[in-house]
């Protein structure tokens, strides 16, 4: 197993907001979690990502997410957010090569190493960023920017991806685009992504299988082909096959 | 031009400052005698007997410490701001817009107050005091902010500052009106200068100022990947805690030296490192070195002006950086936003 949640618990110190929360990614998976705003989404994939103090333990490739140093973490494990302000003109290739941080050494006269610049230049071939690689990122569009901190994840060059709604804000050829991206990603070598995204569409287009969440729990870990409509509805507290299929029949 | 050109352009600049600084003056000294008298001085070499017979103690204990003082106060700022400007994931922070220096400058006036700094202890008191207390400041606004804002928004972040700065600054008003001895001294603080410094405070500040470049330097990668916001950091590696911590930590020390020997300076850490990303792009191991460079150079520009706009008056330095600085920050800020840089 890529990544494995056992009895993961975890908050953010008024109470746990994710309760006793297990499933394992086998390698090549796409995992989404669904579950309406304020079940624990975030708050689980912020755990993973080694960001919030849990209970239980996850583990990744085999090692326990805790005992890793900071680091050796990121090496394994990546988190890419929804799309957020950039401040500071840095070149899209100067971008992308910080995802190498956690492979570098600290040396301040140490140069880039070549298995750092082979990474660099094939997440930006992989993303189609390599043409634009001297524009600086304060210039891009938003749907541009998100695809240089792809490129960037892609550079870190971990096994597990975890995406935190990273489609938020961007149109519908980006949101598409990034998917793409990340489903070809997962598809070779030893690689699984483990994603919350604000479009159930999105997400069960782009799942291999799904986790729904409900007030910090799981109420369903199976395909997405599988997902029952009826305990869909009741999670998110409304009809949501008939309002995607009303929303179908405008476009006949 | 290549990065390596520009920087050699600006370290030329930089040695052109420094001369000028020592060359102009109420008295001007040729920059040739300038040189032949370092020459003497540093390697031996025989003086020509057409120096003017005042130069060489003109130009070794008054102008060329005043002007390498302010050098390094330049220096030790404008690269204190790029550091708190990537740490905290804000172009419009500063040490002086954060309060640090305010606060460094009323631990130094509570010292100059109270006769602390008499005696011996003088050179290590003060600066004690002022990085203490600008270390202090640093981590009540942070803190402040924090409590205001949970995300620590830029605007919640410089407005918090603000009110500190300004509270600090009062404070110290309030001491001058105190002790009317002291006013005087305290009021020159508040608006910095760097007149009747002697090469004691450069003994100092240079090592401090240096060790603090190099010490930034080891933490550049970092600071690339922090300006992406602390989140982001963390999850590609970056141990923040410990960095953040260490990071404000030495800012507050170098900044709270140069306050405690030429009192508070404002705009040099704010302009320096807009300027310099503006020729040098973020990188932090071209953006660190060309602020220092840029800075000094800045600083000893404004030292000139504010000693020969007004003979034999002296403007307040301070007065001279925010009269250039906030126009200058103006003009860089929005042709930078223009072209797309911040």
Not at chain 1, 107 to 129: C, H, I, K, P
Not at chain 2, 271 to 279: D, E, G, Q, S, T
Not at chain 2, 299 to 315: G, H
Request: charged content about 15%; proline content about 4%.
């Amino acid at each position: 197993m890529m990544l494995r949640a056992d009895h993961v618990t975890s908050g953010y110190g008024d109470g746990p907001v994710v309760r006793d929360v297990s499933f394992a990614v086998a390698e090549g998976e796409r995992l989404c979690i669904l579950g309406p705003n304020g079940c624990g989404k975030t708050t689980l994939l912020r755990a993973l990502a080694g960001l919030l103090p849990y209970g239980g333990s996850v583990s990744v490739l085999g090692g326990e997410a805790k005992a890793l140093s900071r680091r050796e973490l990121s090496r394994r494990v990546a988190l890419m957010s929804q799309l957020a302000p950039v401040y500071f003109a840095y070149t899209v290739y100067e971008t992308v090569a910080l995802g190498r941080y956690a492979h570098g050494g600290r040396g301040m006269l140490e140069r880039d190493r070549e298995d750092d610049r082979r990474a660099v230049r094939e997440s930006l071939e992989r993303t189609g960023l390599w043409a634009c690689r001297d524009r600086l990122v304060t210039q891009l569009s938003g749907g541009q920017l998100q695809r240089v901190f792809l490129a960037r994840t892609f550079a870190q060059d971990p096994a597990v991806i975890l995406l935190d709604e990273p489609t938020n804000h961007l149109d519908l050829k980006y949101q598409v685009e990034l998917t793409e991206g990340l489903r070809t990603w997962a598809a070779q070598g030893s690689r699984c992504v483990v994603g919350v995204f604000h479009d159930i569409n999105l997400a069960l287009a782009f799942a291999g299988r799904v986790l729904l969440m409900d007030e910090g729990s799981v109420k369903a870990l199976v395909p997405a082909a599988e997902l029952d409509p009826a305990l869909l509805s009741q999670v998110y507290g409304m009809d949501v096959a008939g309002y995607m299929r009303a929303a179908l029949e405008r476009w006949r | 031009m290549r990065t390596r050109g520009k920087m050699a352009l600006l370290a030329v600049v930089s040695v052109l400052a420094l001369l000028a600084g020592v060359a102009v003056g109420s008295v001007s000294i040729p920059p040739g005698d300038i040189l032949s008298i370092l020459a003497s001085r540093l390697f031996g070499a025989a003086l020509p007997e057409d120096v003017g017979a005042v130069y060489p103690a003109m130009v070794m204990d008054m102008r060329l410490p005043r002007v390498l003082l302010a050098f390094l106060t330049g220096a030790a700022l404008a690269v204190s701001g790029t550091v708190m400007q990537s740490v905290l994931q804000n172009p419009l922070a500063s040490p002086f817009g954060l309060g640090v220096s305010s606060g460094a400058g009323m631990g130094a006036a509570i010292v100059i107050v109270t006769g602390l700094a008499a005696g011996r202890l003088r050179m290590l008191v003060l600066p004690a005091v002022s990085l203490a207390f600008g270390l202090g400041t640093v981590l009540l606004v942070i803190w402040a902010a924090g409590r205001i804002d949970r995300a620590m928004s830029n605007i919640t972040v410089v407005l918090v500052g603000m009110v500190a700065s300004l509270f600090f600054n009062a404070v110290m008003s309030f001491l001058a009106t105190l002790s009317p001895v002291y006013a005087q001294r305290i009021n020159l603080w508040q608006l910095g200068s760097f007149s009747m410094r002697e090469w004691s405070s450069v003994w100092v500040l240079l090592p401090v100022t240096a060790a603090g470049i190099v010490y930034f330097m080891r933490y550049s990668r970092e600071m690339d990947v922090m300006t992406f916001g602390e989140e982001q950091a963390r999850v590609m590696g970056v141990d923040m805690r410990r960095c953040k911590g260490r990071l404000i930590a030495a800012v507050a020390v170098l900044t709270g030296t140069a306050v405690s020997f030429v009192g508070v300076i404002g705009f040099v850490d704010l302009i320096a490192p807009h300027v310099v990303r503006r020729f040098f792009g973020a990188s932090h191991r071209r953006v660190l070195p060309a602020s220092a460079l840029f800075g000094g150079a800045f600083m000893v520009a404004c030292d000139l002006a504010a000693r020969t706009l007004t003979p034999p008056r002296e403007i307040p330095i301070g007065t001279i950086t925010a009269l250039l600085g906030a126009p200058f920050f103006l003009y860089i800020y929005f042709t930078g936003r223009r072209r797309g840089g911040p």
